[in-house]
Protein backbone atom coordinates (compact mmCIF):
# COMPACT_ATOMS: atom_id res chain seq x y z
CA UNK A 1 0.00 0.00 0.00
CA UNK A 2 1.32 3.32 -1.02
CA UNK A 3 0.65 6.04 1.77
CA UNK A 4 0.51 9.33 0.25
CA UNK A 5 0.71 12.42 1.97
CA UNK A 6 -1.25 15.39 1.41
CA UNK A 7 -0.90 19.74 2.05
CA UNK A 8 -2.62 18.30 5.44
CA UNK A 9 -0.17 16.41 7.41
CA UNK A 10 -2.92 14.34 9.28
CA UNK A 11 -4.97 13.49 5.98
CA UNK A 12 -3.87 10.71 3.66
CA UNK A 13 -4.58 9.12 1.02
CA UNK A 14 -4.00 5.61 0.72
CA UNK A 15 -3.41 3.77 -2.66
CA UNK A 16 -3.75 -0.10 -2.66
CA UNK A 17 -1.33 -2.33 -4.74
CA UNK A 18 -4.16 -4.19 -7.27
CA UNK A 19 -3.71 -7.45 -8.75
CA UNK A 20 -5.35 -7.94 -11.50
CA UNK A 21 -5.81 -10.26 -14.43
CA UNK A 22 -8.42 -11.88 -16.81
CA UNK A 23 -10.41 -12.68 -13.91
CA UNK A 24 -11.04 -9.65 -12.37
CA UNK A 25 -8.66 -8.13 -9.31
CA UNK A 26 -7.93 -7.95 -5.91
CA UNK A 27 -6.41 -5.45 -3.18
CA UNK A 28 -6.06 -5.17 0.25
CA UNK A 29 -8.56 -2.28 1.16
CA UNK A 30 -7.24 -2.00 4.96
CA UNK A 31 -4.42 -3.71 6.77
CA UNK A 32 -4.01 -2.50 10.20
CA UNK A 33 -0.23 -2.64 10.23
CA UNK A 34 0.13 -0.32 7.43
CA UNK A 35 -2.41 2.27 8.83
CA UNK A 36 -1.08 2.40 12.21
CA UNK A 37 2.72 3.02 10.58
CA UNK A 38 1.10 5.91 8.61
CA UNK A 39 -0.87 7.32 11.00
CA UNK A 40 0.94 6.30 14.92
CA UNK A 41 -3.12 5.63 15.19
CA UNK A 42 -4.68 1.94 15.91
CA UNK A 43 -8.54 3.14 15.22
CA UNK A 44 -11.16 1.22 16.41
CA UNK A 45 -13.18 1.34 13.71
CA UNK A 46 -16.77 0.85 15.12
CA UNK A 47 -19.45 1.54 12.26
CA UNK A 48 -19.18 1.47 8.04
CA UNK A 49 -21.84 3.65 6.48
CA UNK A 50 -22.42 2.94 2.17
CA UNK A 51 -24.06 5.82 0.25
CA UNK A 52 -25.48 5.84 -3.36
CA UNK A 53 -25.26 9.60 -5.20
CA UNK A 54 -26.58 10.87 -8.93
CA UNK A 55 -24.07 13.16 -10.49
CA UNK A 56 -23.35 16.77 -9.28
CA UNK A 57 -24.81 15.88 -5.81
CA UNK A 58 -22.67 17.42 -2.59
CA UNK A 59 -22.93 15.88 0.88
CA UNK A 60 -21.02 17.93 3.23
CA UNK A 61 -19.64 19.85 5.33
CA UNK A 62 -19.91 17.49 8.20
CA UNK A 63 -18.40 16.61 11.34
CA UNK A 64 -19.63 16.18 15.32
CA UNK A 65 -17.87 18.00 17.93
CA UNK A 66 -18.99 15.57 20.28
CA UNK A 67 -18.35 11.61 19.52
CA UNK A 68 -15.55 13.12 16.65
CA UNK A 69 -15.08 10.78 14.19
CA UNK A 70 -12.47 9.51 11.86
CA UNK A 71 -13.29 8.59 8.79
CA UNK A 72 -11.96 6.19 6.09
CA UNK A 73 -13.48 6.99 3.20
CA UNK A 74 -13.23 5.16 -0.68
CA UNK A 75 -15.63 4.89 -3.95
CA UNK A 76 -16.55 1.26 -4.80
CA UNK A 77 -18.54 2.37 -7.93
CA UNK A 78 -18.33 5.98 -10.13
CA UNK A 79 -16.01 8.84 -8.81
CA UNK A 80 -16.10 12.31 -5.80
CA UNK A 81 -14.08 15.06 -5.37
CA UNK A 82 -13.48 14.28 -1.52
CA UNK A 83 -12.65 17.48 0.37
CA UNK A 84 -11.18 17.59 4.47
CA UNK A 85 -11.49 21.14 6.42
CA UNK A 86 -9.23 21.36 9.33
CA UNK A 87 -11.55 23.08 11.66
CA UNK A 88 -9.21 22.52 14.78
CA UNK A 89 -8.49 26.10 15.86
CA UNK A 90 -5.33 25.49 17.64
CA UNK A 91 -3.64 23.80 14.06
CA UNK A 92 -1.51 25.89 11.74
CA UNK A 93 -3.71 24.77 9.37
CA UNK A 94 -6.95 26.16 10.93
CA UNK A 95 -9.17 26.87 7.92
CA UNK A 96 -7.39 25.14 5.17
CA UNK A 97 -8.56 22.11 2.79
CA UNK A 98 -7.36 19.60 0.64
CA UNK A 99 -9.15 17.44 -1.68
CA UNK A 100 -8.70 14.63 -3.95
CA UNK A 101 -10.68 12.06 -6.35
CA UNK A 102 -11.56 9.13 -5.23
CA UNK A 103 -13.41 6.62 -7.86
CA UNK A 104 -13.58 3.03 -8.41
CA UNK A 105 -10.87 3.48 -10.97
CA UNK A 106 -8.33 4.48 -8.87
CA UNK A 107 -9.25 2.73 -5.38
CA UNK A 108 -7.70 5.69 -3.09
CA UNK A 109 -8.74 5.73 -0.24
CA UNK A 110 -8.65 8.89 1.86
CA UNK A 111 -7.88 9.07 5.84
CA UNK A 112 -9.89 11.87 7.43
CA UNK A 113 -9.49 12.33 11.32
CA UNK A 114 -11.53 13.67 14.06
CA UNK A 115 -11.11 17.48 14.12
CA UNK A 116 -12.13 17.86 10.51
CA UNK A 117 -15.03 18.77 8.60
CA UNK A 118 -15.90 16.40 5.53
CA UNK A 119 -17.87 16.73 1.97
CA UNK A 120 -17.57 15.44 -1.38
CA UNK A 121 -18.66 16.30 -5.18
CA UNK A 122 -20.22 12.99 -6.87
CA UNK A 123 -18.46 13.37 -10.94
CA UNK A 124 -20.83 10.40 -12.06
CA UNK A 125 -23.70 8.97 -12.09
CA UNK A 126 -25.02 6.30 -9.76
CA UNK A 127 -21.91 6.58 -7.92
CA UNK A 128 -21.03 4.76 -4.09
CA UNK A 129 -19.71 5.86 -1.55
CA UNK A 130 -18.22 3.74 1.70
CA UNK A 131 -17.09 4.91 4.58
CA UNK A 132 -15.74 3.37 8.44
CA UNK A 133 -16.17 5.66 11.47
CA UNK A 134 -14.08 5.31 14.54
CA UNK A 135 -16.97 6.65 16.72
CA UNK A 136 -21.08 6.31 16.05
CA UNK A 137 -23.42 8.59 14.03
CA UNK A 138 -25.03 10.91 16.56
CA UNK A 139 -27.48 13.36 14.75
CA UNK A 140 -27.58 15.15 17.61
CA UNK A 141 -24.08 16.14 17.93
CA UNK A 142 -23.70 16.52 13.58
CA UNK A 143 -22.70 20.00 12.40
CA UNK A 144 -22.73 21.46 9.07
CA UNK A 145 -20.45 24.31 7.02
CA UNK A 146 -21.59 25.44 3.78
CA UNK A 147 -19.98 24.31 0.98
CA UNK A 148 -19.57 27.36 -0.60
CA UNK A 149 -17.98 29.50 2.89
CA UNK A 150 -15.86 32.06 1.38
CA UNK A 151 -13.86 32.02 3.99
CA UNK A 152 -12.36 28.17 2.79
CA UNK A 153 -12.42 29.14 -0.63
CA UNK A 154 -12.75 25.13 -1.69
CA UNK A 155 -11.91 24.77 -5.27
CA UNK A 156 -15.09 22.36 -6.58
CA UNK A 157 -15.01 20.98 -9.43
CA UNK A 158 -18.31 21.92 -10.38
CA UNK A 159 -20.13 21.89 -13.04
CA UNK A 160 -23.59 24.59 -12.41
CA UNK A 161 -25.10 24.27 -8.92
CA UNK A 162 -24.86 20.85 -7.37
CA UNK A 163 -27.98 18.89 -5.77
CA UNK A 164 -27.66 19.75 -1.89
CA UNK A 165 -29.85 18.45 0.66
CA UNK A 166 -31.89 21.02 3.11
CA UNK A 167 -29.49 20.16 5.95
CA UNK A 168 -26.70 21.14 3.54
CA UNK A 169 -28.56 24.20 2.75
CA UNK A 170 -28.35 25.12 6.23
CA UNK A 171 -24.69 25.06 6.71
CA UNK A 172 -22.80 27.60 8.44
CA UNK A 173 -19.91 29.58 7.60
CA UNK A 174 -16.38 28.48 9.59
CA UNK A 175 -16.60 31.33 11.60
CA UNK A 176 -20.15 30.62 13.07
CA UNK A 177 -19.99 27.25 12.90
CA UNK A 178 -19.02 25.15 16.11
CA UNK A 179 -15.07 23.88 16.22
CA UNK A 180 -12.57 21.75 17.81
CA UNK A 181 -10.21 23.72 20.34
Known amino acids: MNVIKTSLPDVLIFEPKVFGDERGFFYESFNANVFEQATGLMPNF ?3 NHSKSNKNVLRGLHYQIEQAQGKLVRVTQGEVFDVAVDIRQSSA ?4 WVGTHLSSENKRQMWIPPGYAHGFLV ?3 ATEFLYKTTDFYAPQHECCIKWDDPS ?5 PLQGMPILSAKDSAGLTLHDAKKFP
Open 46 to 48: VQD
Open 93 to 96: TFGK
Open 123 to 125: LAD
Open 152 to 156: ISIEW
